[in-house]
């Protein structure tokens, strides 16, 4: 993996979120045998400290908005005590879908990181870019490709043994 070839560069925009991924990654790893594709997310509030957590749990609850970055957006806002989520950073293994994309606009955080890119589904630069759009009110900073190897490698894993 790429992330660990001794001659990795340092990355000023993608390493300081490296520890967050990991975190979100361990959220990803840590759901039961539901048959869940392993997503997971944290919001971190405007000191750094996990304020909310979240992985997929559509299988698990049957809900079909039940995925990581909704699940954690939900937990933050809950901490915070406000749906303003200003000062936060959402991150979250996968490129979020449309309605994730959504949710996070609506939750005005300031900024989104992700891991791995969904080319079929994404809605933060692949198949749409929701995050950026100037039509919205609202548009956060974007960090993207943070350990993106790790982040598809879960997934890859994943499907291969469905
Ligand atoms: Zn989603």
Redesign the pocket.
């Known amino acids: 993996m790429s992330d660990a070839a001794p001659d990795r560069s340092p990355d000023p925009v993608r390493d300081p979120w490296r520890g967050p991924m990991r975190a979100a990654l361990a959220e990803a790893a840590s759901a039961p045998g539901t048959g869940d594709v392993p997503?997971g997310a944290v919001v971190l509030g405007p000191d750094g400290s996990v304020i909310g957590r979240g992985r997929?749990e559509r299988e698990a609850t049957g809900d079909p908005?039940g995925?990581?970055?909704?699940l954690a957006i939900r937990e933050a806002a809950r901490a915070v005590g406000e749906w303003r989520l200003t000062g936060c950073t959402l991150v979250v293994t996968l490129e979020?879908?449309?309605?994730?994309?959504g949710?996070i606009v609506l939750s005005r955080v300031d900024r989104v990181v992700y891991g791995a890119v969904d080319e079929k589904?994404g809605a933060a630069g692949s198949l749409f870019d929701v995050l950026r759009d100037r039509r919205l009110n609202h548009r956060p900073e974007v960090v993207h490709g943070v350990l993106a190897e790790e982040c598809a490698a879960l997934l890859t894993d994943f499907f291969r043994t469905r």
Do not use: K, L, Q, S
């Open positions: 997503v997929n908005t995925h990581a970055e909704v979020p879908c449309t309605m994730c994309a949710a589904a």
